[in-house]
Each structure stands twice: as C-alpha cells, then as structure tokens.
C-alpha cells in the first residue's frame, strides 16, 4: 500500500518562512493535495494538484512537487496559520492517502 | 454556497450499528463523487469510504469492508454511510466530504463539520 510520511511538528517565527514536506515512492508522479485543520473544525483545502490555491486561501501558501517529496510552503507565517496540515494523494491500488500530519506552531 | 450538513454520529456498544447521513446543498449533487472520511481522537485524518456520482461504484478502507455501506439519495441530495458491527477502534469524528475530479485525481474541496461516533462497552 502506499505510503505518505510527515514530520510530526514544525516550528516557525512569526513572519518568516514555513515548509512543511510529504513524502512518498516518487510521489513527484502524482497530484497531491494539501488540507489545513484547526482545532475543533473540519479540515480546508489550501493546495490542490501540487500546487494550485482554492478560491479564497492567501497568495502565502504555495506547495511543490518533485521526485519523493512535495513541500507546502507558508510565507511571512501569522499566528492564525497554527494548525495540523495534511497531504493526500490517490493511488490506485490504495485509494485516497492522507499523511500522518503536521503540527504548525508559529512562535 | 456548498454546504454539508452531517449528523447521525453517538455513542454505542462493540457490535451496534448506525447510520450516518450528510445533506448537501449548493451544488449538482448527482455529478460528484462523495466520500466518508475519520479522524480518531487526537490522530489525523482516514478515508473511509467513497462513491461515485451515480451511486454505482464504491470504495472502501480494508478496515472496513463488508462492514461499512456507502449509499446516496440523489434524489434527496443525502450521502449516508451505514455501519454494523462497529468496534471500538471505530471511535472517531467522521466527515463527509465532496470530492472534486480534476485532471485525473480527486481531492476534497468541501468538508462537513463531522459527526461523532463513540463504540464503547
């Protein structure tokens, strides 16, 4: 079955530069997705294929993709960015696959 | 404006059963592939279930299979998942959610709030 890994937590000081990475078996050939969740509320899409921002979500985020790792990364961090971020792909003999996520914490 | 409305979730006994619904409005419902996605208490996030726009096809989670059903009215806009013989690891706040099928993948562009699911003896 088919895999994701995140780092458990990443820290970052306000204003500057988060990077949050997923990484998969050449994951650089699939089209990966990125979900933000705060506590308490239901998870929202923030990059979806690679690298493509939903309607409404900040220029900050953007995300990257290549080889066994795709990165999402978060500009000039603000304290409302705190929160558990996924990654997901589909795989076609897995299904839907979430990454064990990441805890943002902006310091 | 998408909105997805889930409900059904509560507490139960190993061996229960349940049925949770999820209404969803805002958008052609019968066009999208849906699924049921969980998150146990303090973990990250699991794809349970998933179902095609018609109805016709569905997916499951090995944990899953053969006890989970996933079905839709859409003639009433409702994704429902039904699920017997609940274990205790089936404990978790369960989300139903709209996929949206772009340039050969799917991703998850709209979330309900969750429901509740607690199997405890």
């Known amino acids: 079955s088919y895999e994701l890994a995140q780092t458990l937590s990443v820290s970052v000081a306000l204003g500057q530069t988060a990077r949050i990475t997923c990484e998969g078996n050449?994951?650089?050939?699939?089209?990966v997705h990125w979900y933000q969740q705060k506590p308490g509320q239901a998870p929202v899409l923030v990059i979806c294929r690679d690298t493509n921002r939903p309607s409404g979500i900040p220029e900050r985020f953007s995300g990257s993709n290549s080889g066994n790792t795709a990165t999402l990364t978060i500009s000039r961090a603000q304290a409302g960015d705190e929160a558990d971020y996924y990654c997901q792909v589909c795989d076609t003999s897995t299904g839907w696959v979430f990454g064990g996520g990441t805890k943002l914490t902006v310091l | 404006e998408v909105q997805l409305l889930d409900s059904g979730g509560g507490l139960l006994q190993p061996g229960g059963s349940l049925r949770l619904s999820c209404a969803a409005s805002?958008?052609?419902?019968?066009?999208?592939?849906m699924s049921w996605v969980r998150q146990a208490p303090g973990k990250g996030l699991e794809w349970v279930s998933a179902i095609t726009g018609s109805g016709g096809t569905t997916y499951y989670t090995d944990s899953v299979r053969g006890r989970f059903t996933i079905s839709r009215d859409n003639s009433r806009n409702t994704l429902y998942l039904q699920m017997n013989s609940l274990r205790v690891e089936d404990t978790a706040t369960y989300y139903c959610?709209?996929?949206?099928?772009?340039?050969?993948?799917?991703?998850?562009?709209?979330w309900g709030q969750g429901t509740l699911v607690s199997v405890s003896s």
């Open positions: 050449n994951i650089g050939s699939k089209n």
């Open positions: 805002g958008f052609t419902f019968s066009n999208y592939p």
């Open positions: 959610a709209k996929e949206n099928p772009v340039g050969g993948t799917n991703y998850f562009d709209f």
